[in-house]
Nanobody, 123 residues
């Protein structure tokens, strides 16, 4: 199983980016997915999660109202990031949970992780 995240880059504060994550190696139609991020010198933190059905989502307070998580098929998840702030600068990781329909912030509930894509927001 591989998760390939892409879409990161350098953007000015107030700008937008769209991250994509494509999973390969098996079908994840019944698995929830999520995005996490890790800023320099900080621990990895939850950003957003989406249930396998694509209907339910959950966001960290720090991104609520600015970021939107979505998925368009069993193996692709997106993170639309608007109104970006310098504090959003981090490596963003996508993850697939262990099959219990979990899409919250507990990292131990996720089995597969992507390699990360760097987002840098300049002030």
């Amino acid at each position: 199983v591989q998760l390939q995240a892409s879409g990161g880059g350098l953007v000015q504060a107030g700008g937008s980016l769209r991250l994509s994550c494509i999973a390969s190696g098996r079908t994840f139609s019944s698995y929830s997915m999520a995005w996490f991020r890790q800023a320099p010198g900080k621990e990895r933190e939850f950003v957003a999660g989406i249930r396998w059905s694509g209907v339910n989502t959950y966001y960290a307070d720090s991104v609520k109202g600015r970021f939107t998580i979505s998925r368009d098929n069993a193996n692709t998840v997106y993170l639309q990031m608007n109104s970006l702030k310098p504090e959003d600068t981090a490596v963003y990781y996508c993850a697939v949970e262990r099959g219990a329909s979990y899409f919250g912030p507990d990292m131990t509930r996720y089995e597969y992780w992507g390699q990360g894509t760097l987002v840098t927001v300049s002030s």
